[in-house]
């Protein structure tokens, strides 16, 4: 369906207004993240809770005439005039729910190109925050940030080795020098192990890839950093559970170790400080001195 920029906006409008507060996430089975790797333009949806969809900030003209002018020139998905895949989510009551590449679909649209290539995300919501708590073993967790902390670029920061071929063309994020280690301990110490991402990354693909390094993680969340309308509320829903459910958490940082404690204003902000033996060696030592009786 070729659209005037009128239309499209016009189009985008009656979307946003379609599957806002209706839409319901669903998860997408390992089959189908795997075999489906293109779907129908029409059959992918705007996010209402992206700055795209904001009637007040909305596409960019700019962007979306790039995309078209690039797009119009091929015109044919295997012809991959793309720089990546359309990242979605599987919605009901049908197809998928833009996360990342408003502005490609948008060209696409325009260009009358009747079919894109997705690559289907299964995101952490509410519902699976819950159902991770309740299967929590611990009144204590650790924190780590999978982008700044654990996934590291091996020409700067000291990284475990790659894992053998083929994995290694699954799983090509580096990890950190020690982080097993360090995850191993934290757990034998009574924590449950939460890490989070503002990427798209899949849970599945996530606690599947830390199973290689024998660590089995208790709660990830993705796509922390995507845009919402509730972003306030949802965060203090979710910050509500995690002090319900622990009574102390350790943010473990590039530089420090933050040790708070939930319903309680005091805290420990204690510096790592990184030696010859590593960052990972460093933060050990600090857990090691919380508890001299039980780390080994």
């Not at 790797?37 to 904001?54: G, V």
């Not at 071929?165 to 097993?180: D, S, T, V």
């Not at 933050?258 to 030592?285: H, P």
Request: positive net charge.
């Amino acid at each position: 369906m070729a659209m005037t920029g009128s239309e499209f906006k016009s189009y985008i409008a009656s979307e946003v207004k379609k599957y806002e507060g209706v839409y319901v996430p669903l998860k997408a089975s390992l089959l189908e993240r795997a075999v489906k790797r293109s779907a129908r333009t029409i059959d992918l949806h705007p996010n209402p809770d992206d700055e795209f969809s904001f009637p007040n900030i909305g596409p960019h003209d700019g962007i979306i005439a790039k995309y078209e002018r690039r797009f119009r020139d091929t015109g044919k998905v295997k012809e991959n005039p793309w720089d990546d895949s359309i990242m979605v989510q599987k919605i009901h009551p049908n197809g998928y729910m833009i996360l990342n590449g408003h502005h490609r679909w948008a060209a696409a649209l325009r260009a009358d190109i009747k079919r894109v290539p997705i690559s289907i995300i299964n995101l952490t919501h509410e519902t699976d925050i819950k159902k991770m708590l309740s299967e929590s073993k611990h009144d204590k967790r650790v924190t780590l940030d999978l982008d700044e902390v654990v996934f590291c670029d091996p020409d700067k920061t000291a990284a475990e080795k790659p894992l053998v071929f083929p994995i290694n063309k699954i799983y090509k994020e580096r990890i950190r020098q020690g982080i097993p280690s360090l995850l191993h301990i934290l757990s034998k110490n009574g924590y449950d192990i939460w890490v989070y991402t503002k990427d798209y990354y899949s849970y599945d693909y996530i606690s599947a890839y830390f199973k290689k390094y024998s660590v089995k993680l208790d709660g990830i969340i993705t796509g922390v950093a995507r845009k919402t309308k509730e972003k306030t509320e949802i965060g203090k829903k979710i910050t509500d559970l995690f002090n319900a459910r622990y009574k102390e958490t350790l943010h473990i940082e590039n530089n420090n170790v933050l040790r708070t404690f939930s319903n309680k204003k005091e805290f420990e902000d204690i510096e790592i400080k990184e030696n010859e033996n590593g960052w990972a060696y460093a933060v050990i030592n600090i857990i090691k001195e919380m508890y001299p009786d039980e780390s080994k």
